[in-house]
């Protein structure tokens, strides 16, 4: 389909073990975002991509948390050294803005992580 | 203090009822703000826009008080349809930047 696609869409890992998720954009987007989401709550922004650039990832929670997106369209969000906190639900969304009014986010269907 | 804040719920209602949700914002400098929707273990959907002046569309009205950095969505003639978590959404720089959630306001409409 046309729609952002995240894979995989159920990861169950060991605490302290490395994790890639990864988030494929509807083409032509140029914003690419990362949000993770816990039961009852909010989505929390993690981190946004303008093109290939992070423009803002103050919401990283600590630098066992790294996200890329060489080539302005794929990204991946890389978890080191995971722990049960990590356990929830990773939505990645993207939008053709750039500049202005953001325009609609279109969301991926997330990636459940869940840290055992 | 959280960036947005909503009214958790949950909001349990009669169908064909009227219900309102608010939510407030912290950064003054905030530029657009939304209403999405999010069904129970699905992803969040856009519901609307909230502009200036106000905006509907059906039996969903949306406004924004700038001074008071407080933003509304009410639901008339509310549907069992309409059953979903409503999350308030700010974006919080002057261009596609920092896009804010708040943790969602659930709705249960009754027969």
């Known amino acids: 389909g046309a729609g952002v696609s995240q894979t995989p869409s159920n990861k169950v890992t060991e605490k302290g073990k490395y994790v890639e998720l990864r988030c494929d954009p509807i083409?032509?987007?140029?914003?690419l975002y990362w949000y993770r989401q816990s039961l009852g709550q909010g989505p929390e922004f993690l981190i946004y991509?303008?093109?290939?650039?992070?423009?803002?990832d103050s919401g990283l929670p600590n630098d066992r948390f790294f996200a890329v997106r060489p080539e302005g369209s794929v990204s991946t969000l890389k978890i080191q050294r995971t722990e049960r906190g990590d356990s929830a639900v990773y939505l990645c969304a993207s939008s053709a803005r750039t500049s202005g009014n953001t325009g609609e986010l279109f969301f991926g269907e997330g990636s459940r992580l869940t840290v055992l | 203090r959280k960036e947005v804040e909503q009214d958790p719920g949950p909001f349990n209602v009669p169908e064909g009822a009227t219900v309102a949700f608010n939510c407030t914002y912290s950064n003054s400098a905030s530029q657009s703000f939304f209403w999405y929707r999010q069904d129970c273990r699905k992803e969040p959907k856009l519901l609307m826009s909230v502009y200036s002046s106000g905006n509907e569309d059906g039996r969903f009205t949306a406004q924004l008080n700038r001074a008071s950095q407080y933003i509304s969505l009410l639901i008339r003639d509310s549907k069992l349809s309409d059953s979903a978590t409503y999350l308030c959404?700010?974006?919080?720089?002057?261009?596609?930047?920092?896009?804010?959630f708040g943790s969602g306001t659930r709705l249960s409409i009754r027969p």
């Open positions: 991509f303008q093109g290939t650039g992070a423009a803002d």
């Open positions: 959404v700010v974006n919080t720089g002057s261009s596609a930047s920092k896009i804010i």
């Open positions: 083409s032509g987007h140029t914003a």
